[in-house]
Protein backbone atom coordinates (compact mmCIF):
# COMPACT_ATOMS: atom_id res chain seq x y z
CA UNK A 1 0.00 0.00 0.00
CA UNK A 2 1.11 3.68 -0.79
CA UNK A 3 -0.40 6.76 0.14
CA UNK A 4 -0.38 10.23 -0.77
CA UNK A 5 -0.70 13.23 0.68
CA UNK A 6 -3.84 15.77 -0.01
CA UNK A 7 -3.44 19.02 0.08
CA UNK A 8 -5.41 19.61 3.53
CA UNK A 9 -2.94 16.85 4.81
CA UNK A 10 -4.94 13.69 4.49
CA UNK A 11 -3.78 10.78 3.69
CA UNK A 12 -5.19 8.46 0.73
CA UNK A 13 -4.15 4.98 0.48
CA UNK A 14 -3.54 3.18 -2.89
CA UNK A 15 -2.21 0.34 -4.75
CA UNK A 16 -0.47 0.86 -8.30
CA UNK A 17 -0.36 -2.10 -10.62
CA UNK A 18 0.37 -2.93 -14.29
CA UNK A 19 1.94 -0.89 -16.27
CA UNK A 20 1.33 2.22 -19.25
CA UNK A 21 -1.13 4.85 -19.01
CA UNK A 22 -2.29 5.91 -15.73
CA UNK A 23 -6.05 5.09 -15.21
CA UNK A 24 -7.85 6.30 -11.83
CA UNK A 25 -10.79 4.29 -10.90
CA UNK A 26 -13.39 6.73 -8.53
CA UNK A 27 -15.97 4.29 -6.81
CA UNK A 28 -19.54 5.28 -5.98
CA UNK A 29 -21.12 5.23 -2.83
CA UNK A 30 -19.86 2.27 0.02
CA UNK A 31 -17.13 1.73 -2.49
CA UNK A 32 -14.00 0.57 -1.31
CA UNK A 33 -10.48 -0.40 -3.32
CA UNK A 34 -9.73 -3.79 -4.37
CA UNK A 35 -7.28 -5.81 -1.83
CA UNK A 36 -7.21 -8.42 -4.30
CA UNK A 37 -5.49 -6.22 -7.14
CA UNK A 38 -6.83 -9.17 -9.42
CA UNK A 39 -10.22 -8.82 -8.76
CA UNK A 40 -12.82 -6.27 -10.38
CA UNK A 41 -12.13 -3.28 -12.71
CA UNK A 42 -8.98 -3.10 -11.40
CA UNK A 43 -7.61 -6.86 -12.48
CA UNK A 44 -9.37 -6.79 -15.78
CA UNK A 45 -7.84 -2.68 -16.75
CA UNK A 46 -3.98 -3.91 -14.98
CA UNK A 47 -2.64 -5.79 -18.21
CA UNK A 48 -3.62 -2.36 -20.46
CA UNK A 49 -2.86 0.16 -17.81
CA UNK A 50 -1.14 1.55 -14.33
CA UNK A 51 -4.04 1.41 -12.23
CA UNK A 52 -4.56 3.18 -9.40
CA UNK A 53 -6.75 1.74 -7.06
CA UNK A 54 -7.18 4.26 -3.96
CA UNK A 55 -9.90 4.35 -1.22
CA UNK A 56 -11.61 7.81 -0.75
CA UNK A 57 -11.47 9.67 1.80
CA UNK A 58 -13.39 8.74 4.92
CA UNK A 59 -12.97 4.99 3.68
CA UNK A 60 -10.82 1.69 3.93
CA UNK A 61 -7.16 2.80 4.93
CA UNK A 62 -7.58 6.32 3.76
CA UNK A 63 -8.20 9.25 6.58
CA UNK A 64 -10.08 11.89 6.43
CA UNK A 65 -10.58 15.44 7.46
CA UNK A 66 -13.95 17.68 8.31
CA UNK A 67 -16.08 19.27 7.08
CA UNK A 68 -16.42 17.21 4.34
CA UNK A 69 -16.08 19.31 0.53
CA UNK A 70 -16.24 17.84 -3.00
CA UNK A 71 -13.28 20.47 -3.47
CA UNK A 72 -11.16 18.09 -1.01
CA UNK A 73 -12.38 15.06 -2.80
CA UNK A 74 -11.26 16.54 -5.69
CA UNK A 75 -7.82 17.29 -4.32
CA UNK A 76 -7.52 13.78 -3.18
CA UNK A 77 -7.53 12.78 -7.30
CA UNK A 78 -5.23 15.08 -7.91
CA UNK A 79 -2.84 14.38 -5.46
CA UNK A 80 -2.74 10.60 -6.72
CA UNK A 81 -2.65 12.21 -10.81
CA UNK A 82 0.40 14.08 -9.35
CA UNK A 83 2.35 10.91 -7.77
CA UNK A 84 1.41 9.41 -11.13
CA UNK A 85 3.30 11.58 -13.02
CA UNK A 86 1.33 14.54 -13.65
CA UNK A 87 -1.53 13.21 -16.15
CA UNK A 88 -4.36 10.58 -15.42
CA UNK A 89 -7.24 8.85 -17.05
CA UNK A 90 -10.47 8.98 -15.23
CA UNK A 91 -13.28 6.41 -14.85
CA UNK A 92 -15.83 7.15 -12.01
CA UNK A 93 -19.29 4.50 -11.37
CA UNK A 94 -22.23 5.78 -10.13
CA UNK A 95 -22.01 8.93 -8.01
CA UNK A 96 -18.21 8.04 -7.69
CA UNK A 97 -18.80 9.31 -12.10
CA UNK A 98 -20.35 13.05 -10.72
CA UNK A 99 -17.28 13.29 -8.75
CA UNK A 100 -14.61 12.17 -11.54
CA UNK A 101 -16.68 14.51 -14.21
CA UNK A 102 -16.38 17.54 -11.26
CA UNK A 103 -12.63 16.55 -10.98
CA UNK A 104 -12.39 16.69 -14.98
CA UNK A 105 -13.96 20.08 -14.86
CA UNK A 106 -11.40 21.15 -12.02
CA UNK A 107 -8.41 19.78 -12.92
CA UNK A 108 -8.74 20.10 -16.93
CA UNK A 109 -5.08 20.39 -17.59
CA UNK A 110 -4.46 16.78 -15.65
CA UNK A 111 -7.04 14.93 -17.17
CA UNK A 112 -6.58 13.60 -20.70
CA UNK A 113 -9.80 11.37 -21.01
CA UNK A 114 -12.67 10.77 -18.79
CA UNK A 115 -15.20 7.32 -18.62
CA UNK A 116 -18.14 7.27 -16.27
CA UNK A 117 -20.50 4.45 -15.78
CA UNK A 118 -24.07 5.29 -14.72
CA UNK A 119 -24.25 8.28 -13.27
CA UNK A 120 -27.19 8.50 -11.23
CA UNK A 121 -29.05 11.70 -12.37
CA UNK A 122 -32.86 12.06 -11.97
CA UNK A 123 -33.54 14.62 -14.76
CA UNK A 124 -37.25 14.58 -15.63
CA UNK A 125 -40.13 12.94 -13.63
CA UNK A 126 -39.24 9.62 -15.18
CA UNK A 127 -37.99 8.37 -11.64
CA UNK A 128 -39.21 9.72 -8.03
CA UNK A 129 -36.33 12.26 -6.89
CA UNK A 130 -34.51 11.65 -3.40
CA UNK A 131 -35.94 13.67 -0.84
CA UNK A 132 -34.66 17.32 -0.56
CA UNK A 133 -33.66 16.58 3.10
CA UNK A 134 -31.20 13.35 1.95
CA UNK A 135 -28.07 14.08 3.32
CA UNK A 136 -29.60 15.92 6.60
CA UNK A 137 -31.38 12.60 7.11
CA UNK A 138 -28.45 10.52 6.81
CA UNK A 139 -25.92 13.24 8.96
CA UNK A 140 -28.42 12.52 11.81
CA UNK A 141 -28.57 8.67 11.28
CA UNK A 142 -24.82 9.01 11.81
CA UNK A 143 -24.79 11.15 14.34
CA UNK A 144 -27.16 9.32 16.23
CA UNK A 145 -24.55 6.32 16.47
CA UNK A 146 -27.03 4.00 13.57
CA UNK A 147 -25.23 3.43 10.71
CA UNK A 148 -27.64 0.70 9.73
CA UNK A 149 -30.28 3.27 9.41
CA UNK A 150 -27.86 5.65 7.48
CA UNK A 151 -27.52 2.44 5.02
CA UNK A 152 -31.18 1.67 5.06
CA UNK A 153 -31.77 5.59 4.07
CA UNK A 154 -29.28 5.08 1.13
CA UNK A 155 -31.23 1.95 0.23
CA UNK A 156 -34.93 2.99 0.24
CA UNK A 157 -34.35 6.94 -0.74
CA UNK A 158 -31.67 6.55 -3.47
CA UNK A 159 -31.89 3.39 -4.81
CA UNK A 160 -35.62 2.73 -4.07
CA UNK A 161 -35.10 -0.99 -2.86
CA UNK A 162 -38.16 -1.74 -1.02
CA UNK A 163 -38.14 -1.49 2.64
CA UNK A 164 -38.97 -5.30 3.25
CA UNK A 165 -36.32 -6.26 1.18
CA UNK A 166 -33.72 -4.07 2.46
CA UNK A 167 -34.92 -5.49 6.14
CA UNK A 168 -33.86 -8.97 4.88
CA UNK A 169 -30.48 -7.48 3.82
CA UNK A 170 -29.93 -6.54 7.25
CA UNK A 171 -30.54 -9.73 8.43
CA UNK A 172 -28.65 -12.18 5.95
CA UNK A 173 -25.61 -12.91 4.16
CA UNK A 174 -25.64 -11.40 0.66
CA UNK A 175 -25.37 -14.48 -1.21
CA UNK A 176 -29.23 -15.45 0.07
CA UNK A 177 -30.40 -11.85 -0.99
CA UNK A 178 -28.39 -11.95 -4.22
CA UNK A 179 -28.26 -15.51 -6.02
CA UNK A 180 -26.80 -14.39 -9.12
CA UNK A 181 -24.84 -11.64 -10.42
CA UNK A 182 -22.77 -8.59 -8.54
CA UNK A 183 -23.22 -8.73 -4.79
CA UNK A 184 -23.19 -5.95 -2.76
CA UNK A 185 -20.93 -6.26 0.71
CA UNK A 186 -22.24 -7.83 3.77
CA UNK A 187 -24.05 -5.42 5.71
CA UNK A 188 -20.98 -4.49 8.41
CA UNK A 189 -19.20 -3.71 5.64
CA UNK A 190 -21.50 -1.31 4.24
CA UNK A 191 -22.06 0.08 7.99
CA UNK A 192 -18.02 0.90 8.41
CA UNK A 193 -18.19 2.99 5.85
CA UNK A 194 -22.14 4.59 6.01
CA UNK A 195 -20.35 7.84 7.14
CA UNK A 196 -19.60 8.66 3.57
CA UNK A 197 -23.03 8.34 2.43
CA UNK A 198 -23.38 11.54 3.20
CA UNK A 199 -20.31 12.87 1.01
CA UNK A 200 -21.86 11.11 -1.93
CA UNK A 201 -25.13 12.84 -1.68
CA UNK A 202 -23.02 16.00 -1.29
CA UNK A 203 -21.69 15.30 -4.70
CA UNK A 204 -25.01 14.67 -6.15
CA UNK A 205 -26.42 17.43 -4.71
CA UNK A 206 -29.68 18.89 -6.70
CA UNK A 207 -28.70 16.32 -9.37
CA UNK A 208 -30.87 14.12 -7.92
CA UNK A 209 -34.19 16.60 -7.64
CA UNK A 210 -36.02 15.78 -11.16
CA UNK A 211 -34.51 19.03 -12.64
CA UNK A 212 -32.59 19.47 -15.85
CA UNK A 213 -28.40 19.52 -15.62
CA UNK A 214 -26.94 22.77 -15.21
CA UNK A 215 -25.39 24.58 -18.77
CA UNK A 216 -22.46 25.77 -16.55
CA UNK A 217 -21.32 23.51 -13.86
CA UNK A 218 -18.90 21.66 -16.67
CA UNK A 219 -17.51 24.18 -18.88
CA UNK A 220 -13.82 23.62 -18.67
CA UNK A 221 -13.99 19.90 -19.45
CA UNK A 222 -11.47 19.53 -22.64
CA UNK A 223 -11.01 15.55 -22.20
CA UNK A 224 -12.77 13.00 -24.88
CA UNK A 225 -15.29 11.77 -22.12
CA UNK A 226 -17.20 8.65 -22.87
CA UNK A 227 -20.68 8.09 -20.80
CA UNK A 228 -21.57 4.59 -20.67
CA UNK A 229 -25.16 2.91 -19.60
CA UNK A 230 -26.55 -0.83 -19.07
CA UNK A 231 -28.58 -1.65 -21.62
CA UNK A 232 -31.25 -3.56 -19.31
CA UNK A 233 -30.63 -0.23 -16.57
CA UNK A 234 -33.63 1.97 -16.16
CA UNK A 235 -34.53 4.86 -18.31
CA UNK A 236 -33.59 7.03 -16.67
CA UNK A 237 -30.09 6.08 -16.16
CA UNK A 238 -30.25 6.33 -19.90
CA UNK A 239 -31.96 9.77 -19.77
CA UNK A 240 -29.44 11.80 -17.93
CA UNK A 241 -26.31 10.03 -19.67
CA UNK A 242 -28.13 11.62 -23.09
CA UNK A 243 -28.52 14.37 -21.37
CA UNK A 244 -24.95 14.35 -20.32
CA UNK A 245 -23.39 13.79 -23.58
CA UNK A 246 -25.23 16.64 -25.43
CA UNK A 247 -23.68 19.34 -22.81
CA UNK A 248 -19.88 18.36 -23.32
CA UNK A 249 -18.19 18.97 -26.12
CA UNK A 250 -16.18 15.77 -26.79
CA UNK A 251 -18.84 13.22 -24.87
CA UNK A 252 -20.84 10.30 -26.44
CA UNK A 253 -23.19 7.77 -25.06
CA UNK A 254 -22.31 4.05 -24.99
CA UNK A 255 -24.63 1.58 -24.10
CA UNK A 256 -23.32 -1.76 -22.94
CA UNK A 257 -25.68 -3.54 -23.97
CA UNK A 258 -26.78 -6.75 -21.23
CA UNK A 259 -26.02 -5.15 -18.07
CA UNK A 260 -27.14 -2.98 -15.64
CA UNK A 261 -26.10 -1.09 -12.76
CA UNK A 262 -24.19 -3.76 -11.20
CA UNK A 263 -22.09 -4.15 -14.59
CA UNK A 264 -19.92 -6.85 -14.91
CA UNK A 265 -16.05 -6.35 -14.50
CA UNK A 266 -15.14 -8.29 -17.56
CA UNK A 267 -18.15 -6.75 -19.68
CA UNK A 268 -16.88 -3.26 -19.05
CA UNK A 269 -13.48 -3.43 -19.20
CA UNK A 270 -12.83 -4.00 -23.05
CA UNK A 271 -15.43 -0.81 -24.00
CA UNK A 272 -13.07 1.49 -21.01
CA UNK A 273 -9.72 -0.18 -22.86
CA UNK A 274 -10.82 0.57 -26.32
CA UNK A 275 -11.74 3.72 -25.40
CA UNK A 276 -8.67 4.81 -23.58
CA UNK A 277 -6.13 3.59 -25.99
CA UNK A 278 -8.06 4.14 -29.11
CA UNK A 279 -10.56 6.89 -28.72
CA UNK A 280 -13.51 4.69 -29.51
CA UNK A 281 -15.99 2.73 -27.74
Known amino acids: MKTATSKDGTRIAYDR ?13 LGVRYRDLSEGIVGQLAPHFTVINYDRRGRGDSGDTLPYTVDREIEDIEALIDAAGGSAYLYGMSSGA ?7 NKLSGKVSKLAMYEPPFIIDGGRPPVPADYVAQLNAAIAAGKP ?17 FVAHMRNAPMRESFAEGVKPPEW ?3 EAVAHTLAYDGTIMGTLMSGKPLPTNRWVHITADTLVITGGNSEPFFHDGAEALATLLPKARHYVLEGQDHAVAAEALAPVLTKFFTEGKA
Request: net charge negative; proline share 8%; aromatic share 2%.
Open 98 to 104: VLALDAA
Open 148 to 164: GDAVEIFMTKALLIPAE
Open 188 to 190: AEM
Open 17 to 29: VGQGPVVIPVTGA
